[in-house]
T-cell receptor
Framework: DAGVTQSPTHLIKTRGQQVTLRCSPISGHKSVSWYQQVLGQGPQFIFQ???????GRGNFPDRFSARQFPNYSSELNVNALLLGDSALYLC?????????????FGQGTRLTVV | AQTVTQSQPEMSVQEAETVTLSCTYD???????LFWYKQPPSRQMILVIRQEAYKQQNATENRFSVNFQKAAKSFSLKISDSQLGDTAMYFCAFEGPGTDKLIFGTGTRLQVFP
């Protein structure tokens, strides 16, 4: 079975540009979460979607937005990129909402803003 | 607000030996979940072990076990019979009740030497 897949794997953008990152959850998983991992730190929670509804939002500016599609795949959008947005963006999926179910992570998208 | 602290940025251990990684956390919640995740150079976060706060018995998964001290808010990971493949970043994480938000520590880089 395919795991959580993220695309692209690497991306280089210029300050001020916009970027869209994509995530396909494990088949049957309805919950998708996004995390930002800056080099040398632990991941920071950005968003969680369950059944196409936003269930949680971390402490990130409005430049960050996300959505979940009917097939449960998800996109993370970041507008007006800053150098500080350079990070590994991780997507995690789980079958249900809540900590009782295991979250499975993708390999991430490495975003570099120059 | 919940916080997770990992005070050991780097650890090393010889193959076949035992190593313990430390983690402390702060919360006012009574029911919550604690996790240890492994992140190898491939970048994919892999769940190592999970502990439910209302369970007094320490969780064990093969060579991995935890020492959960709820009153002290301590959650250490013991790796027995260390293997070269255990070399990775290890993150301690907390998830509160009714949320899908994992709060991660800053990680401990573990190097296993032959």
């Amino acid at each position: 079975d395919a795991g959580v897949t993220q695309s692209p794997t690497h991306l280089i953008k210029t300050r001020g540009q916009q970027v869209t990152l994509r995530c396909s959850p494990i088949s049957g998983h309805k919950s998708v979460s996004w995390y930002q991992q800056v080099l040398g730190q632990g991941p920071q929670f950005i968003f969680q979607y369950y059944e196409k509804e936003e269930r949680g939002r971390g402490n990130f500016p409005d430049r960050f937005s996300a959505r979940q599609f009917p097939n449960y795949s998800s996109e993370l959008n970041v507008n007006a990129l800053l150098l500080g947005d350079s990070a590994l963006y991780l997507c995690a999926s789980s079958s249900q909402s809540g900590p009782r179910t295991e979250a499975f992570f993708g390999q991430g998208t490495r975003l570099t803003v120059v | 607000a919940q916080t997770v602290t990992q005070s050991q940025p780097e650890m090393s251990v010889q193959e076949a030996e035992t190593v313990t990684l430390s983690c402390t956390y702060d919360t006012s919640e009574n029911n919550y979940y604690l996790f240890w995740y492994k992140q190898p150079p491939s970048r994919q976060m892999i769940l190592v072990i999970r502990q439910e706060a209302y369970k007094q018995q320490n969780a064990t998964e093969n060579r991995f076990s935890v020492n959960f001290q709820k009153a002290a808010k301590s959650f250490s990971l013991k790796i027995s019979d260390s293997q070269l493949g255990d070399t990775a970043m290890y993150f301690c994480a907390f998830e509160g009740p009714g949320t899908d938000k994992l709060i991660f520590g800053t990680g401990t880089r573990l190097q296993v030497f032959p």
